[in-house]
């Protein structure tokens, strides 16, 4: 069972570039998060959603866009790439409602230079 | 504002002993809290759970305490061994689609 699955592991931008952070599941859960994890800090949620066409902003959205058209896919998309954006970036996914663990991806660790 | 925080930052025991992490959280209406734990990495690994309608909660070489009146949260590692090494985060939901992480904890393990 692989859980979820998140790609690419690494990825180096320039500063004004794009570029999208895949995320899947298989696991058939309904709410998708991402998360955004700065150095010797927790994590931050970014966007989530709640099923397909259904998304929402989280903490910290600006810069970042999402959309989820299938129940197994959340891609973030990161259009004009800043250094702040440098992070390491989760993916999770839990069943519906609240009060479920979110189960989570080992990380996409992205530098903007 | 609301936040979950931890007490310590850094956490070193022998191999063996039992280990203590603790957490602190400030919204009086969270009713549900979780513990991690994230090796180097990994993303964060579900530990164990605890709904507020409870105080104590056991798994496997782990147990969770809640204290509703000092807002407080711990847990607690049995016999502690070298693969627990790793940041243990508490989490607290702050809504159905809010959780609110700790900065976390270093758990190191000397031999």
């Known amino acids: 069972n692989a859980g979820v699955t998140q790609t690419p592991k690494f990825r180096i931008l320039k500063i004004g570039q794009s570029m999208t952070l895949q995320c899947a599941q298989d696991m058939n859960h309904n709410y998708m998060y991402w998360y955004r994890q700065d150095p010797g800090m927790g994590l931050k949620l970014i966007y989530y959603s709640v099923g397909a066409g259904i998304t929402d902003k989280g903490e910290v959205p600006n810069g970042y866009n999402v959309s989820r058209s299938t129940t197994e896919d959340f891609p973030l998309r990161l259009e004009l790439a800043a250094p702040s954006q440098t992070s390491v970036y989760f993916c999770?996914?839990?069943?519906?409602?609240?009060?479920?663990?979110?189960?989570f991806g080992d990380g996409t660790r992205l530098s903007i230079l | 504002g609301e936040s979950v925080g931890l007490h310590l930052p850094t956490l070193s025991v022998q191999e063996g002993d039992n280990s203590i992490i603790n957490c602190a959280y400030s919204n009086s209406a969270s009713d549900y809290f979780i513990w991690y734990k994230q090796e180097s990495g990994k993303g964060p690994q579900f530990i164990i759970d605890?709904?507020?309608?409870?105080d104590k909660r056991q798994g496997q070489r782990v147990t969770v305490l809640l204290n509703k009146t000092v807002k407080h949260l711990s847990l607690q590692i049995a016999a502690t061994q070298p693969g627990d090494s790793a940041v243990y985060f508490c989490a607290e939901f702050q809504g159905a689609q809010k959780l609110v992480f700790g900065q976390g904890t270093r758990l190191t393990i000397n031999p």
């Open positions: 999770a996914s839990s069943y519906p409602t609240g009060g479920q663990p979110q189960h």
């Open positions: 605890i709904r507020s309608n409870m």
